[in-house]
């Protein structure tokens, strides 16, 4: 009894204790669990309605489209200047994915696989896939289905233990390429099908016909007079504030805006100094002797020269100006330089001339190098059956593994000396340029084995070989430091943004202020590179400055004046232009009105009343949409096409001046009306307006959370 009395007294305590404990407890959980919600949250590039795209999902996409741009291209290496445009083009097709994959799923409509089938390897090739230049026939220009089919047989191959490391690379980033383009036609036909079903909602009537027929069937010459509205000074009208304020309400949904940094900044060009520009004269200078008395100039141009030795012989058209000018007049071993042209020193040598085919048509077999015993057999059983006069063509369609030349019988079309030496190595481009025409010669390269046959040859031509050393100036260590220790200095000693613009312009710095950036803006002005900065300044509140930002050749520092928030622009920030606009109005309203109460007759009477000269202009019509010497005047459009010959028109109040003018001559189109055809027009550029607008409208109502900011 006495410990429960005790519990009794002590029961304030009791729950206090236990609730702290399943407190604990409760939070323990949650924070357990919920690193997941924080992760999945750091993760999330975007989120469209409701659905989160993650950072995984996003990379893995962007690193598909990159490989294709690199296929493509036919590089190894992409430059980082694509990378922006790489980005948005995935974001904007993922949101689309989206945003149509909802529309199509209210509406029940889908590609079904036996559809999009049809579409890659089908009946009804996609146009996507018939334009692209790998299935395109040399001889015929046309889409060539056989060469689809034996891609698509090629890239399922599941044997990859029968193709080289390299092969089985490629064939990887071949299958990787054809599931990116399947994946984009099946969108293209998801959109097609949605912007049909709008497109046949709104159709064009007999009306709509004749409307656009007759806007482009008629055209008027006109003469014409106009007063500008800068002859009138500004002060002339005066514009309240409920004016602008009722014009800032009327267009308030165009000034919506995303969230926005306001910032200033300082760059800096990282430049070579008068010393570089020195040393590198100096160096070049101290090869001179060397690279004349060499005999074997290959080493000394690969150690020295930024552009590599080519072992191969070039006709005139080949160089450039001031090389072509050197080779053609130079004897053997003279030297050319050094010369200096925009921030490179060259050397050139003439090593040797020639007179030879500057081109050579070259067919082949092409074999795979596994290791096996077979691959000599089957090397030497094709030379034999070529030795006793076996068809190359035929041989080349059933043995070799380069199926785009093996359809052609094994051609591979024409080559010069570098192309060949690039494109397939030394060997390759010793045996297409010193063996005799039709004779078979066993070459190796880097895909395999080859049965080469020179099979046509261009009409012998002068060529040179050219040994040519550059060497590009470029900044120092010791330039690069100082730049960067200089500007470190200045920042670190003038850290306060109010005073910046001052203080730098007498540093010798120039700063760019009430500079506006967006998070989906790449770059600052035209400074490549630079959106690491505009990351930095969505992370930083006002009165911050920056690091020093190397964005590609120039140093960046930035500071932030202040944040514009999400949603409608202030009237203050649009306040001069609305006010520019209703002073436009007004002097068009007051010239009219002065105009008007003359009751001229002439347009060379409004001339002289506006001090102006009388022009002329010929085919003007309701749909032009820019008028020669004039610009773009709608409204003067408009009157135009429904004035009568010879009659002066009052003043017009256009976008530019006041205009008075008069019709001298109608022309109408020979051609006839069409009703049918007409609606066919309308309505096939409506289903293509609608197919943008469709999806665009879509996006636009979506709600989209764009984090993108965080992570590029």
């Known amino acids: 009894m006495a410990t429960l009395e005790k519990i009794r007294n002590r029961a304030g305590l009791l729950i206090i204790v236990v609730g702290l404990a399943l407190f604990a407890f409760i939070i323990g959980d949650f924070l357990n669990s919920g690193s997941t919600y924080f992760r999945q949250t750091h993760e999330k590039v975007a989120e ?27 590089t190894n290496n992409l430059s980082e200047e694509y990378m922006p445009q790489i980005r948005q083009s995935v974001f904007d097709g993922m949101v689309q994915d989206i945003v149509l994959g909802e529309e199509m799923s209210k509406l029940g409509m889908t590609v079904s696989p036996e559809e999009l089938f049809d579409m890659v390897q089908g009946e009804n090739i996609s146009p996507m896939i018939q334009q692209m230049q790998m299935f395109i026939n040399p001889e015929t220009g046309m889409f060539d289905k056989n060469a689809l089919l034996q891609f698509l047989k090629t ?9 080289s490391v390299d092969q089985q690379v490629q064939l990887l980033q071949a299958r990787n390429f054809w599931l990116f383009w399947e994946k984009n036609i099946k969108r293209q036909r998801m959109e097609q099908k949605y912007t049909t079903l709008l497109s046949k909602a ?20 006109i003469i014409y007079a106009m007063q500008s509205y800068n002859m009138i000074p500004d002060s002339t009208v005066q514009v309240s504030k409920s004016e602008i304020e009722k014009l800032y309400n009327q267009r308030k949904e165009l000034y919506k805006q995303q969230e926005a940094k306001v910032i ?28 004349a008395a060499a005999t074997d100039v290959a080493d000394l141009v690969n150690e020295n020269s930024e552009v590599p030795y080519m072992d191969v012989y070039l006709s005139e058209e080949a160089f450039e100006a001031e090389m072509r000018q050197f080779a053609t007049t130079a004897e053997v071993g003279d030297i050319y330089g050094p010369v200096y042209e925009n921030n490179i020193y060259k050397m050139y040598k003439l090593i040797d001339k020639v007179v030879a085919p500057d081109s050579v048509k070259v067919s082949h077999i092409m074999l ?21 006069g076996g068809n190359f063509a035929e041989l080349a369609r059933e043995y070799s593994v380069d199926q785009a030349s093996a359809e052609n019988g094994g051609e591979l079309g024409w080559f010069t000396e570098i192309g060949a030496l690039r494109g397939l190595g030394e060997e390759f481009k010793d045996a297409m340029f010193n063996g005799p025409l039709n004779e078979v010669v066993e070459v190796k390269s880097l895909y395999g084995t080859h049965l080469v046959k020179v099979t046509e040859k261009t009409k012998n031509v002068p060529k040179y070989k050219v040994a040519d050393i550059e060497m590009t100036v470029s900044p120092s260590s010791k330039t690069y430091s100082n730049l960067y220790n200089d500007l470190n200095q200045y920042i670190s000693n003038h850290g306060n943004v109010a005073t910046l613009d001052e203080t730098a312009r007498e540093a010798g710095y120039n700063v760019i202020s009430d500079y506006t950036v967006n998070t989906s803006d790449q770059m600052i002005g035209t400074i490549r590179n630079s959106r690491p900065v505009i990351r930095w ?26 944040t514009i928030p999400e949603g409608y622009r202030s009237l203050s920030s649009v306040e001069s232009a609305l006010r520019s606009e209703l002073i436009t109005r007004k002097k068009g309203e007051l010239i009219t009105r002065e105009l008007a109460g003359k009751n001229l007759n002439s347009v060379d009477a409004y001339a002289q009343a506006m001090g102006a000269n009388v022009d002329s202009v010929k085919f003007v019509s309701f749909g032009t949409r820019r008028i020669t010497n004039i610009g773009v005047e709608p409204k003067l459009n408009a009157i135009i096409s429904l004035t009568p010959v010879n009659q002066v028109s009052a003043p017009v109040a256009g976008n530019n ?6 019709v001298t001559e109608k022309h109408e189109d020979a051609k006839e009306y069409n009703e049918a055809e007409q609606i066919r027009s309308i309505d096939a550029t409506n289903t293509y307006r609608f197919g943008f607008q469709a999806i665009q409208s879509l996006t636009n109502q979506a709600d989209i959370t764009d984090n993108r900011i965080r992570f590029y």
């Open 48 to 74: 469209v309605n409701g659905e989160v795209i993650r950072i995984q999902d996003y990379q893995e996409r962007i690193d598909e489209m990159v490989d294709v741009y690199k296929i493509q291209m036919g």
């Open 155 to 163: 890239i399922n191959d599941e044997n990859l233990s029968m193709y």
């Open 202 to 221: 709104i159709a064009a009537n007999v009306l709509d016909a004749k409307e656009a027929f007759n806007e482009t069937a008629e055209s008027l010459d």
């Open 264 to 291: 200033k900044y300082i760059s800096v060009d990282i430049v070579p100094s008068p010393e570089d520009y020195a040393k590198v004269s100096a160096d070049i200078e101290a090869l001179k002797d060397e690279f």
């Open 368 to 388: 795979v190098n596994t290791g096996s015993a077979n691959d000599q057999v089957l090397l030497d059983s094709l030379k034999n059956v070529l030795k006793s």
């Open 537 to 562: 300044a969505f992370e930083n509140k006002k009165g911050k400055i920056s690091e020093i930002f190397e964005c590609d050749d120039k140093f960046v520092v930035a500071a932030v004046q202040g």
């Open 657 to 662: 001046g006041v205009y008075v003018f008069q």
